[in-house]
C-alpha cells in the first residue's frame, strides 16, 4: 500500500458534511471508496452509490493505501487513530480535519514514529466545491506521499503541495480565514454605509468585484515590497490614504453606520505617520501586525 495510480482504492473517516463530500467525490472519480463514521447511518447514501461500509475504524484502514480523515478537530482524529496506528504503518494518512500548525506537526511527528505516510490538509472550499478544479486543497507533509497520491488527491480539488512541514497547510489555512473575514467585513460595512443612501447589495456588489480584482494587483506588488523590506509610496502614500480614511469615517459617521473597522485602519495608519513612514506604501503596515 502507499503508492497508487489510476483509480486507487481509498478509505475515508468521517462523513459529516465535508467528509461526505469528499467520499462522493473519490466515488465520482471511480476509487474504490471504503467509508466509516461513528453514527453508522450517515454512510447509507453513500453505500447506495457504491461505497463500501466499514464496521469498524480498523477495517477501515486496512481497505486502502490512502486513509482520510475529516472529523470534528485534532482531539477526536487523535481518539480515532490512536487505536489504529499499527494497521495505519505502511500506508498514507491524508488529514483533513481542521487544527493547529502546532496540532499538524504533532501529528506528523506521531505518524513518522508509527511508519505512516502523511499529509496535512486545508480545504479552502464548502462541500459543494469539492470535486472542483477551481477549489484549492492545500497539503504540507511528506512530499513522497503526496507525489504517490497527487492524481487521487485531485479528485478532491485542485491540489496544492506547500512542502515539507506539515504545518504549514494549517497555517495558511488560519491565515486565508483571517482574510476571508475582513474582505466580508469591509464588505459588509461598504454595504451598509450605500445601504443607507439606498443601495441595494446587489446593485453594489459587482462594483465591488471589480474593485477586488484591482485590489488583489496591490497584493501583488506589495509582496515584493515586505519580502525586500522597502516600501516605495510611488503609488500612493499612507500619508493620502490617512487623509482619505477621513472621508470614510465622516460618511459613515452621517449615516449612523459603525466606524469601528475605518477607525482600527486610521489607528494604524497614524502610528505609521507618526514613526516617520507617511511617504511610505501601504505595505509598511505590515510592521503593526508582526511581533515586536
Ligand atoms: N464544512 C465546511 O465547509 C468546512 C470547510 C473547511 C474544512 N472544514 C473542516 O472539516 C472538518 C469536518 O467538518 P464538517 O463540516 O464535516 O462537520 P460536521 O458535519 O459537523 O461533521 C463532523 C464529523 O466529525 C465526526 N466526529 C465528531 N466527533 C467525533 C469523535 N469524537 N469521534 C469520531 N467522529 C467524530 C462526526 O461524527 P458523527 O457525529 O456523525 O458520529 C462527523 O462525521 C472540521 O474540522 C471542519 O473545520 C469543513
Redesign the pocket.
Known amino acids: 500500500p502507499g503508492t497508487h495510480t489510476g483509480a486507487a482504492p481509498v478509505t475515508v473517516l468521517?462523513?459529516?458534511?465535508?467528509?461526505s463530500a469528499l467520499a462522493a467525490a473519490l466515488l465520482a472519480a471511480g476509487h474504490p471508496t471504503t467509508v466509516w463514521?461513528?453514527?453508522p447511518g450517515?454512510a447509507d447514501a453513500l453505500a447506495a452509490a457504491g461505497a463500501v461500509r466499514a464496521d469498524t475504524v480498523a477495517d477501515a484502514v486496512t481497505a486502502s493505501g490512502l486513509v482520510v480523515v475529516?472529523?470534528?478537530?485534532h482531539a477526536?482524529t487523535s481518539?480515532?487513530l490512536e487505536p489504529v496506528a499499527g494497521s495505519l504503518a505502511g500506508r498514507t494518512l491524508v488529514n483533513?480535519?481542521?487544527g493547529s500548525p502546532e496540532q499538524a506537526r504533532e501529528m506528523a511527528a506521531w505518524a513518522s514514529g508509527h511508519g505512516i505516510g502523511y499529509l496535512d490538509g486545508g480545504?479552502m472550499?464548502?462541500?459543494e466545491g469539492v470535486g472542483l478544479r477551481t477549489s484549492m486543497i492545500l497539503y504540507s507533509g511528506s512530499p513522497e506521499a503526496f507525489a504517490a497520491h497527487r492524481a487521487t488527491l485531485a479528485a478532491l480539488g485542485d491540489p496544492i503541495d506547500l512542502g515539507p512541514d506539515a504545518g504549514l497547510a494549517s497555517l495558511y489555512d488560519a491565515g486565508l480565514l483571517g482574510l476571508m473575514w475582513s474582505v466580508f467585513g469591509g464588505w459588509l460595512h461598504a454595504t451598509a454605509l450605500v445601504g443607507a443612501d439606498g443601495v441595494a447589495a446587489g446593485a453594489f456588489t459587482p462594483v465591488a468585484l471589480r474593485w477586488l480584482t484591482t485590489v488583489g494587483g496591490f497584493l501583488d506588488r506589495y509582496a515584493g515590497q515586505i519580502d525586500a523590506g522597502h516600501y516605495p509610496g510611488d503609488d500612493a502614500t499612507i500619508d493620502v490614504q490617512l487623509a482619505a480614511v477621513e472621508h470614510l469615517l465622516h460618511a459613515g459617521r452621517e449615516r449612523g453606520v459603525d466606524g469601528r473597522l475605518p477607525e482600527l485602519h486610521r489607528e494604524l495608519m497614524a502610528k505609521a505617520v507618526a514613526a516617520g513612514h507617511g511617504g511610505d506604501s501601504y505595505a509598511r503596515l505590515v510592521d503593526a501586525f508582526r511581533r515586536p
Request: hydrophobic share 40%.
Open positions: 468521517g462523513l459529516g458534511r465535508m467528509g463514521n461513528r453514527t450517515k475529516c472529523v470534528l478537530d477526536a481518539a480515532l483533513l480535519t481542521s480545504i472550499t464548502t462541500p
